[in-house]
């Protein structure tokens, strides 16, 4: 069965944060008493949170405490300050603080949209009490922000299209579930092509009757059609202690669909409390071993 593969974003930024010392003898500037460094990552667990980490490192002379973080994002709203407790050690030693990145505020239908020049506002407390008040710019462009910002305003233009939900279930004796995928228009008039589905990393969905030989595209919503819905069957893959313990996202469905003949756009199928509940026993069959495929 096809699978993503899901790697890492890093934005590397060699942004060293200075702040004004005062001035000595025969007005010779002390040294800065904080310097930082600040790369901007997402891991996995990143990615189901909707957040980034603001990966800080300290390059000055002493310690500091990092007690307040901020990234100040004008293309993402839902955007505030964090107040943490992060000691940042001298010697450039990586300290991360998670913060949620917002929802990308979007204009129109593009698809491909361009961040707002961003920053990072921090408040580091130095060892002698001071608080300093540092920003930071991110690179302009920024290319983790506008493929964060692309995720967003995509989704947001193919949910004003089409939605794509699964429908009703029926559990069955071998552990498996029957149930369908539902495209259905709400905008586009156009042709809407469902290219793929997949299933998630401890979940198979596959189409009915001929599963994994079903041929692409696997629907295709014509003019003046406002839905269309395709047999599915649903059952467990890799269900593990390890996979189990160690899985990021268990409910995550992506899919694939054209517009007109266009290119394939990303999606994800729908999930709500019902899909929690109904696949609950399908991968606690697979996982005590119960599923027969």
């Keep these: 069965m096809k699978r993503l593969a899901l790697v890492p974003v890093v934005a590397l930024l060699a942004l060293v944060a200075l702040v004004a010392g005062c001035s000595g003898p025969a007005g010779k500037a002390q040294e800065s008493p904080v310097k930082l460094r600040v790369e901007l990552t997402q891991g996995r667990v990143d990615e189901v949170r909707h957040t980034v980490q603001i990966s800080m490192h300290n390059d000055g002379p002493a310690k500091v405490t990092v007690e307040r973080v901020e990234l100040q994002a004008p293309s993402f709203k839902g955007v505030g300050p964090v107040t943490v407790d992060a000691p940042l050690p001298v010697g450039g030693l990586r300290v991360d603080v998670p913060v949620s990145y917002g929802t990308g505020v979007c204009q129109g239908d593009e698809l491909k949209p361009r961040s707002a020049a961003s920053h990072v506002a921090f408040g580091v407390r130095t060892e002698d009490g001071k608080l300093h008040d540092l920003r930071l710019p991110l690179p302009d462009p920024d290319p983790m922000l506008d493929k964060l910002l692309g995720i967003d305003c995509q989704q947001a233009y193919l949910d004003r299209q089409v939605t794509l939900t699964f429908g009703p279930w029926t559990h069955l004796p071998s552990g498996w579930l029957n149930g369908t995928v539902l495209l259905k228009r709400v905008g586009f008039a156009g042709t809407v092509t469902l290219q793929e589905f997949v299933g998630s990393i401890l979940l198979e969905v596959l189409p009915l009757p001929a599963r994994e030989q079903t041929p692409k595209p696997y629907a295709v919503l014509q003019p003046g059609q406002n839905e269309v819905s395709i047999p599915i069957v649903v059952d467990g893959e890799r269900c593990t202690p390890h996979a189990l313990a160690e899985i990021k996202k268990p ?35 697979c996982a005590a071993g119960h599923t027969q495929m």
């Design 251 to 285: 409910y995550v469905f992506p899919a694939w669909l054209s517009l007109d003949g266009g290119p394939p756009l990303y999606t994800e199928l729908k999930i709500t409390d019902a899909e929690r509940d109904a696949f609950k026993p399908v991968i606690d069959a």
